[in-house]
C-alpha cells in the first residue's frame, strides 16, 4: 500500500491533488490512499486511476467552476459533461470526508454545472456533500454515447444539493441514509430530483434507502424524477418526503410513451410529502415482497463487500 499526505500549506507530499493523483504509475498494482489535508483545493480534477482511497482531514473542498455553455477551447460550448469540477473514471475507489463543489451558479444563472462526474464500478462515497444546482451529481453517461460503463455506486451518509435533475445518469446507484436538498428557484416547478438513464438491459438504476427529502421551496413544488432515458428505474424506500413532493411525484418528460418502459416505485415514504393515492398511475406503490428486491444485496446481486 502506498500512501500519499496533500497539504495546501505544503506540509505533504504534494499541494495539489491533481498532481497527487498524477504521480501513481499506470498500471500500479496494490491500494493507494490519499489523505487530504483540509483547505479549498480549486482544481479541476481528473481522477483515472484506481483503487483509491480518498480521505478527508477536516473540512476539505474540491471545487471549480465550469457550466456547459461556458466556451470550450474550440469556442463551443463545452456541454455538461465537460462542465464537471471533479471526474472519477477509476474502478475500486472510496471517497470520506469530501466536498464536491461546482460554483457556477444557479441553474437560472449558468444552466448545467456538474460537481462531480462518476463513471466507475464500486466507487462508495461516505460522509461526502456534493453541491451545485442543474445536475450535480452525474452518475454514468447515457448507453448510446461514446464512454459508458454504468458502474455500481454507494453512497452512505452524505449531502446532496440542487434543483433540475441534480442527480442522474445511467449508473446503478444506492443511496442510504443520504440527506438530498432541493434549492428554492423561486417558481411554480422548483426542480425534479433525479433523471435516471438506466440502459434497457439494466434492472437496477437509482435505489433511496431511508433518505430524507428537504428543502425551503414551496409545497407540492419538486418532483421525485423524470426519465432521461426511456427505461429509467428509480425507486424509494423508507424515505422522508418533505412536503415539495409533488402530489403526482412523477413526470414524463412530455412523452407518455414512457409510461409503459419506466419503472418508478415507493415503499414506505412517510412525511407530508407520501401522499401515494395521488400519484401517477404509471407509477407504483410496492409491496413489501416487492421492496425486498431493492436491498443493498438485492441491488448489487450479492456482491456487497466492497461497499463496507
Known amino acids: 500500500m502506498k500512501e500519499i499526505r496533500i497539504s495546501r500549506t505544503g506540509g505533504g507530499d504534494f499541494t495539489s491533488v491533481q498532481a497527487a493523483v498524477d504521480s501513481i504509475p499506470d498500471g500500479k498494482e496494490g491500494l493507494t490512499v490519499l489523505t487530504v489535508e483540509a483547505g479549498v483545493y480549486y482544481e479541476k480534477l481528473r481522477i483515472d486511476k484506481p483503487d483509491l482511497r480518498i480521505t478527508g482531514e477536516g ?9 456547459a455553455p461556458k466556451p470550450g477551447s474550440d469556442g463551443k460550448p463545452m456541454g455538461t459533461f465537460a462542465s464537471c469540477s471533479t471526474s472519477i473514471t477509476g474502478d475500486n475507489i472510496r471517497v470520506d470526508n469530501i ?24 466507487a462508495v462515497f461516505r460522509n461526502c456533500t456534493f453541491l451545485a444546482a442543474q445536475d450535480t451529481l452525474y452518475l454514468g453517461k447515457p448507453k448510446e454515447e461514446k464512454v459508458n460503463r454504468s458502474g455500481r455506486n454507494y453512497f452512505e451518509h452524505c449531502r446532496i444539493t440542487g434543483d433540475i435533475d441534480f442527480i442522474f445518469g445511467s449508473a446503478t446507484a444506492y443511496f442510504h441514509e443520504c440527506e438530498i436538498i432541493s434549492l428554492d428557484l423561486g417558481k411554480e ?7 435516471a438513464a438506466t440502459p434497457e ?10 433518505c430524507r427529502l428537504v428543502s425551503d421551496a414551496a409545497e407540492n413544488s419538486v418532483y421525485l424524477g423524470r426519465p432521461w432515458r426511456d427505461y429509467a428505474r428509480t425507486v424509494f424506500v423508507d424515505c422522508w418526503l418533505g412536503g415539495h413532493i409533488r402530489r403526482e411525484g412523477w413526470d414524463d418528460w412530455g412523452k407518455d410513451s414512457v409510461w409503459n ?39 448489487f446481486g450479492g456482491d456487497t463487500g466492497w461497499t463496507r
Do not use: C
Open 189 to 195: 416547478i422548483n426542480g425534479y430530483v433525479t433523471a
Open 261 to 299: 418502459t419506466v419503472h418508478y416505485g415507493e415503499y414506505g415514504s412517510r412525511g407530508p410529502g407520501a401522499v401515494p393515492g395521488e400519484r401517477v398511475a404509471w407509477s407504483k406503490q410496492l409491496q413489501q415482497r416487492e421492496a425486498m428486491n431493492f436491498t443493498l444485496e438485492a441491488v
Open 201 to 210: 438491459d439494466k434492472h437496477m438504476g437509482f435505489v433511496f434507502h431511508k
Open 59 to 67: 473540512e476539505v473542498r474540491f471545487v471549480y467552476d465550469d457550466y
Open 99 to 122: 466536498i464536491f463543489e461546482n460554483t457556477a451558479g444557479g441553474s437560472g444563472k449558468v444552466g448545467q454545472a456538474v460537481a462531480l462526474y462518476v463513471d466507475a464500478d464500486k
